[in-house]
Structures are given as C-alpha cells and as structure tokens.
C-alpha cells in the first residue's frame, strides 16, 4: 500500500545525540525543577528568539492559562474564534467570558479594527493570535489597548523566530506565549513557553508554574504544576540545532507548492508578507466552491482517498463548540468572515522533510478536480 502522509511530520535530533543528553541527565540525577538543561534551554532560546526573558513551559495551553494568572486577568477579554481550541478554553479555566471578535481575510488574524466595538467595562485584555505565524496588526491592537487600558496577551504558538521588521514579533503585547508541541516548527515532544519583558514579570510567572512557591516554605499565589523537565529540555536544546535548517526546507517546500498551485481558479493560498520573516509553520489553502466547482470537504476526501491527510485547521470555529456557540458574540452574523473561512480551508502537508514528488501528486490533485 502507498504510504500515508499527514499534514506534519516532527523533526527529531538525531537520536545519538539524545542518548548522549540522556547518559548526561542519569549522571545528574536531576530529573526536573529548574535543572542545568531547562536553564540553558532558556538563555539559549532568548538569545536565539531575541527575547528578553522566556520561561518554558510543560504544554503551550499551561502556559496560556498562566499568562493570564500572571496578569490577574477576569471579566471579559476579546478574543478570536480562529484559532486551536486551547486558545478559548485558557479563558474558561480562569473563569474569563471570551468575547469573539471576527478576523481579517488577508491574515486570518483578528480584525483590529472590529475590536473596540466589543469593549466594555468588564474588558480587560485581549488575546490575539498570530495564526499560521503572521503577524497581528500588533500596532494597531497596542493603540487600542493603550487608550482602554487593556492588557494584550499573543497566543504566538505559531510564531516561533517570526519577526516584523527585524524584531521578534514575540517582543509585541504584555505577554507571548509558545508551543512546543510535536506538530509545531520547534518541538519539545511537548512543552511551550511564556515571553515577559521584565525580570520581575518572569519571576512571578515561575512562581505560578512550581505551585506558587517563592521559597521553600511561601507560597505567593495559587500555583499550577506546569514545569519543563529536563528530558523536554536536552531534546529542545538539540532541537535548536537544527531549526534554522529546518525552517529554510520548510520555505522551499511553501515556495514548491505556490508555483504548483497558481492560477487554479477558486484554489486560493497565503503569500509572503512584506518585512516579515517567516516560519512556514502551514500552507492553508482555500476552496471557494463557486469557483472552484467543488466544496471544501470534497476535496478534503478526495486528497485522504489518494492517502493525503490535510487537516480543516480551523474548523469547526472555536465560536461554533458547544461550550461557547450560546455566547452573544459567538453568533454567525458577527462573525462573517470567521464562518466563511473555516467552511475553506484546508492545511495541506508541510514539514521539512516533504518531498517534492508529493508536493507536485497533491497539486496535480487538485488541478485536476
Ligand atoms: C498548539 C496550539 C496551542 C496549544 O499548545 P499545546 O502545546 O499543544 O498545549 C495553543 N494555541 C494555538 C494557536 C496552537 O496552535
């Protein structure tokens, strides 16, 4: 049978150096807590990302849901209903009604300028995301949330070394968080982070993640178990290694598929934006089934039928699952272009090692619709 191929493959380090990380962590006997891996994962990864101070996380949605711990966020925050659930669901652990803004058609990001209608006294932050690691309007969301006096916290786990304009795009807002995730474009297995501007900011945030301990016997603050341990570690600091290789095949693979896949009539995808660097974390693609002759779904099937697993990232709208569907904001006619984006797309294969033969099976695929 031919072989299956899904819409991301994890890089892995080579696993000799992994067991030699391995013999290293038995030798320390030190499993987890802040030991000498996490610590130099961290300093490495600042350094790498151009961040000021990062803490690493055991799972991006911990780490979400402790951003805004950390910033004692409640009431109502403005939010985007295309997104990963766990976006949604952070607010919802902390007792926080997610209040749906509907997203722009160039970016799929948040639409900056339908947030400040969604304002009121109960607002106190807003919690974009870079989805498919473009840039927010982060200019613009500054703007209004400086005038309200709102706190802004990214969900950049798509955004792993993007930059706008030279600058970590992770360095925009209060707080950013990261995924390292298996299928993101820099794994711990699991794992994620959390990006502060200030000693004091991260500080607090590494209390929170270990229970709320500040030392042995105070407790500051109601805490979570959300601590990376040392195996995520040495694997991410393997992993760092090669990112920057990794990400290089990941454009060569997005640029492939651009030049298979124009000027297919209703196929639409993303292009490059102007100064920014970008990751290659998916390559959506979108059916206009006027156009196209053909919905969404349908070609969803026909690619799995020829053994191609391309996933619907984002649908159903995180605004469309039961738990948030009954919330005034969460329906359909605010959220036009939220709605129709998510009956379009559809993210094809990407990952370093894709080969170029599949990439141009898929696009013959789809040409020949
Ligand atoms: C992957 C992802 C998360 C969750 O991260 P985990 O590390 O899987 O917990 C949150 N938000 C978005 C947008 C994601 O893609």
Known sequence: MEKKIFVTQPSLPPLKEF??????????????????????????????????????????????????????ITGEVITTPYSFVATTHALHWNGIKPVFCDIEAKTMNINAEKI?????PKTTAILPVH??????????????????????????????????????????????????????VFNTIEGGAIISPDAKTKKRIDFLKNFGFADETTVIAPGINAKMNEV??????????????????RQEVAYHYRKNLENINGLNFLEDLENIKHNYAYFPIFIDYKKYGKSRDEVYEILKKENINGRRYFYPLISNFPTYKGLPSA???????????????????????????????????????
């Not at 030798?27 to 101070?53: A, C, I, M, P, R």
């Not at 400040?116 to 009121?120: D, K, S, V």
């Not at 995520?232 to 095949?249: R, T």
């Not at 605010?334 to 696009?363: F, S």
Request: net charge neutral; proline share 2%.
């Open 116 to 120: 400040e209608a969604l304002i009121t």
């Open 331 to 369: 329906n359909k006619s605010n959220l036009p272009i939220a709605n129709k984006i998510a009956q379009e797309v559809i993210c094809l294969p990407m990952y370093a090692d894709l080969e170029k033969n599949i990439i141009e099976k898929i696009a013959k695929i789809l040409k020949n619709n």
């Open 232 to 249: 995520q570690s040495a694997f991410g600091l393997l992993q760092l290694k090669y990112v920057d290789e990794q990400i290089k095949k």
């Open 19 to 72: 067991v030699k990380s391995l013999e290293k962590i038995w030798d320390n006997k030190w499993l987890t807590n802040n030991g000498k891996f996490h610590q130099e994962l961290e300093k490495k990864l600042s350094d790498y990302l151009g961040v000021k101070y990062i803490s690493l996380f055991s799972n991006g949605t911990l780490a979400l849901i402790t951003a805004l711990q950390t910033l004692r």
């Open 131 to 184: 989805v498919y690691g473009n840039p927010c309007d982060v200019k613009k969301i500054e703007e209004i949330a400086d005038i309200y006096g709102l706190k802004v916290i990214y969900d950049a786990a798509h955004a792993f070394n993007v930059k706008l304009e030279d600058e970590s795009i992770l360095n925009f807002g209060d707080l950013s968080i990261l995924s390292f995730h298996a299928t993101k």
